[in-house]
Nanobody, 125 residues
Framework: QVQLVESGGGLVQAGGSLRLSCAAS????????MGWFRQVPGKEREFVTA????????YYADSVKGRFSIFIDNAKNTVYLQMNSLKPEDTAVYFC??????????????????WGQGTQVTVSS
């Protein structure tokens, strides 16, 4: 049974940084791609970034490229989202997601059957 638990959200001023964590169980990073998505009320959940441990690749939305980074600590079974130079428009609930066993790197929500509960990130101007 796959479980994903996010933490690390909070309130930060514009220009600041936050690191989100996603503790994963029931999966293997070498076989399951991992992603982060975000959602604001009234809008669809949007792709932020994804990582494939097996092929050593990452993929970023244009809106966060150069500011956010995704990485894995395999020993801790945890995926991280480091967010720097935060902007008010980054305010959202951030969700960790896991792809299918043997799946590929994707920005599509439909490729991620497993989701965490989300953590709120608020960036004040």
């Amino acid at each position: 049974q796959v479980q994903l638990v996010e933490s690390g959200g909070g309130l930060v001023q514009a220009g600041g940084s936050l690191r989100l964590s996603c503790a994963a169980s029931g999966l293997t990073f070498s076989r399951n791609p991992m992603g982060w998505f975000r959602q604001v009320p009234g809008k669809e959940r949007e792709f932020v970034t994804a990582i494939s441990w097996s092929v050593g690749s990452t993929y970023y939305a244009d809106s966060v490229k150069g500011r956010f980074s995704i990485f894995i600590d395999n020993a801790k079974n945890t995926v991280y989202l480091q967010m720097n130079s935060l902007k008010p428009e980054d305010t959202a609930v951030y969700f960790c997601a896991a792809g299918r066993n043997g799946g590929f790197l994707s920005r599509l929500r439909s490729e991620y059957p497993y989701w965490g509960q989300g953590t709120q990130v608020t960036v004040s101007s």
